[in-house]
């Protein structure tokens, strides 16, 4: 399972859940949590601004973000859930999670995963960015991106509900 929040909620559900694996995407500004039980190994911790253009004095996520990201969910065990976070819980998480779907549901059509992902997540507005070199990493052709550019923006909200995708 997958669990996807904002920052303000990552603790609680950690425990709740009991998730072994967290992955923290947040701003330079924002220092990082640790998170009880969740050892240093087992917490990918990325730091860029969501944004989803180069932008003087602000940091994008960057094609090495998207590799360690890969690779975290490549490594991921899989036996107990995996929590994944953001300042708000919207964007840079929901893009994050989506490239989760694609790479453990390899066969599945990825418009119908970016679906799924707003069918469970009414907010969501997935990073572009983040997506757009997840799917050059991942060999997608750009199928994730046109996927996501399909489902749109997300409702309104400042803060994004904890919600669960299934694997």
């Avoid at 559900?13 to 923290?24: E, Y």
């Avoid at 960057?62 to 899989?78: E, H, K, N, Y």
């Avoid at 919207?90 to 893009?95: C, E, G, H, K, V």
Wanted: glycine fraction near 6%.
């Amino acid at each position: 399972m997958i669990i996807v929040c904002p920052l303000n909620k990552a603790e609680a559900l950690v425990q709740q859940h009991d998730a072994s694996h967290v992955i923290s995407l947040l701003g330079p500004d924002t220092p990082h949590r640790r998170f009880g039980g969740v050892t240093p190994d087992r917490h990918l911790r990325l730091t860029f601004h969501d944004i989803v253009q180069s932008s003087d004095g602000l940091q994008p996520a960057s094609a090495t973000d998207a590799q360690r990201l890969v690779g975290f969910i490549a490594d991921w065990p899989r036996e107990k859930p995996l929590l994944i976070h953001c300042w708000a819980g919207i964007s840079r998480s929901t893009a994050a999670a989506y490239t989760a779907l694609c790479m453990l549901r390899p066969a599945a059509d990825e418009e119908e995963l970016a679906w799924e992902l707003r069918e469970s997540a009414p907010s969501a507005t997935p990073n572009r960015l983040i997506v757009s070199l997840a799917d050059q990493r991942l060999g997608r052709n750009g199928r994730m991106q046109r996927a996501v550019e399909q489902i749109g923006r997300g409702a309104d909200a400042f803060e994004g509900t904890p919600f669960t995708l299934k694997i």
